[in-house]
């Protein structure tokens, strides 16, 4: 399974899948079963997503949930429109009518009062209250409710209840294997796997560090950024720098030691 599937006249997003996710996924839409997925940063989760929602020929909506995301941001509100006040369906509402594909990530970041709305939508009520209009929405076929979080950046303020958690089935993501993360970063960056063998290497070295001098490992989006500059032209340690080294890390003797690192690995 890849992206050169066409759906509709369009070729649905690449992903090259790891196990069986594609699987769980399909299932879980035919089953009209909300789905979670767990795993680091840049992982590939979001892809995973879109493709799967290409596959199956459904609309997707996509949440990038934060701090002040609160119910109401999903489900809607009243807003003054040309001297009226009208309500404007939020994203969530939207999917539930349509019969589209909601997708929430990092759905820990948001509001506690968020997972309250999803309570109702994955059991087998599969319904919507809306309280400010009073209505009371059954989802459409084909919505479906993906949500997803990294386990990493957990803490006792920020989990998901095991109530919440227990509603969905689960899958966990993991970085590629070396076998299959080195064709997707080349197709995705046109640089040729020769190249990108060593930024792959290089990576699993810096993964190996998480919990120690870093809070995350380099993630497969980094891997790529840094194959894309030297397709550009940049130099290798440059390019290394920039998109590996950096954005792990603010603190100057952590980056020297990466670097370092950088050289043993690359020479």
Known sequence: ???????????????????????????????????????????????????????????????????????????????????????????LTRAVREGAICYLDEVVEARKDVAVVLHPLTDDRRILPIDRTGEELSAAPGFMLVASYNPGYQNILKTLKPSTRQRFLSVEFTFPRP????PVVARE?????????????????????KGQDLEEGVSTRLVVYAATLIAGGMDLNRAIR???????????????????????VAG
């Open 179 to 182: 076998e299959h993360e080195i």
């Open 1 to 91: 399974m890849d992206g050169t599937l066409l759906i509709g006249g369009a070729q649905a997003p690449f992903y090259l899948p790891q196990g069986d996710e594609c699987d769980i996924f399909t299932a879980a839409f035919t089953n009209s079963l909300p789905l979670l997925l767990k795993g680091p940063t840049g992982c590939g989760k979001t892809r995973f997503v879109a493709h799967m929602a290409a596959r199956l020929g459904r609309p997707l909506h996509t949440v990038a949930c934060h701090d002040d995301l609160s119910a109401a941001d999903l489900i809607g509100r009243y807003l003054l429109k040309g001297g009226e006040t009208v309500w404007v369906d939020g994203p």
């Open 189 to 209: 960056s046109g640089l040729d796997e020769d190249r990108v063998s060593l930024l792959v290497r290089l990576a699993g070295k810096l993964r190996g560090l």
């Open 242 to 264: 920039a998109a590996m080294i950096e954005p792990l890390t603010d603190d100057a003797d952590t980056r020297k030691g990466l670097m370092d690192l950088v050289v043993a």
